[in-house]
Nanobody, 126 residues
């Protein structure tokens, strides 16, 4: 079992930045692909970013590409999401997830993920 706890959410003005953290316990994160997803009010959960085991491979949703950066520190058992140039449409609950996916490509679908955190609220005001 992997327990994931997100932190770093909050209220920020449009154009601002936030850095989300996802701390893991129970097992080392180095064995898992990690991802960030978000759910805005009244919308479906959507993929944001994912990072492979070594951190060498990353993928992003088109809506955040160039503004968000996912990274990981396997020694600290932590994954990060640096969010810059935030927009009101980025307002959502952000979830960290861990995946045992061994297939080709990137784990974009939420169905590929086995463990989830409780989420952290990000609110971007205009």
């Amino acid at each position: 079992q992997v327990q994931l706890v997100e932190s770093g959410g909050g209220l920020v003005q449009a154009g601002g930045s936030l850095r989300l953290s996802c701390a893991a316990s129970g097992r080392t994160l180095k064995n898992y692909i990690m991802g960030w997803f978000r759910r805005a009010p009244g919308k479906e959960r959507e993929f944001v970013a994912t990072i492979k085991w070594s951190g060498a491979g990353t993928a992003y949703a088109d809506s955040v590409k160039g503004r968000f950066t996912i990274s990981r520190d396997n020694a600290e058992n932590t994954v990060y999401l640096q969010m810059n140039s935030l927009k009101p449409e980025d307002t959502a609950v952000y979830y960290c997830a861990a995946s045992n996916y061994l297939g080709p490509g990137y784990a974009i679908s939420a169905n590929r993920y086995d463990y989830w955190g409780q989420g952290t609220q990000v609110t971007v005001s205009s």
